[in-house]
């Protein structure tokens, strides 16, 4: 858990290890920049209907291929979710290999398989209780 980005407070500078070294950035790699990356809040108050909620979601993942997720559950919420097995059906991580990278990717990831649906949402998050299917 203390992986985690969405668990550290405070932070008032970026942490070395997640700095890449000069000779592994991108350079002058240009990138469409987005003012308009979708966000769902799947706790917030502003969403009381479930389908408007999947509807978002289900956007976002076509046009986008994500979506930024709010990560402000509670610490003991998130333990449940928090996982290093690759394996699990659903799971919240940091990075793919974080004991042995040498940088980190700054993220903090929820993985769940969704195909097929009927198979899966049992492993889904139990909170918040609006992303329940």
């Known amino acids: 858990m203390e992986k985690l980005i969405s668990s550290k407070n405070n932070i008032q500078s970026i942490p070395e290890s997640y700095v890449l070294p000069p000779d592994t950035r991108p350079g002058n790699l240009v990138v469409p920049f987005s003012h308009n990356i979708p966000v769902v809040n799947l706790g917030g108050k502003r969403i009381h209907d479930h389908a408007t909620m ?72 139990k909170k918040p209780t609006q992303y329940q299917y």
């Open 54 to 125: 999947v509807q978002q979601i289900m956007k976002a993942s076509q046009e986008f291929g994500f979506f930024q997720n709010s990560f402000k559950l509670p610490v003991e919420d998130k333990a449940e979710l928090y996982s290093e097995d690759r394996n699990q059906s659903c799971r919240l991580y940091a990075s793919i290999d974080y004991d042995n990278e040498n940088v980190h990717y700054w993220r903090d990831c929820l993985k769940q398989k969704c195909h097929l649906l009927e198979e899966n949402t049992q492993f889904w998050p």
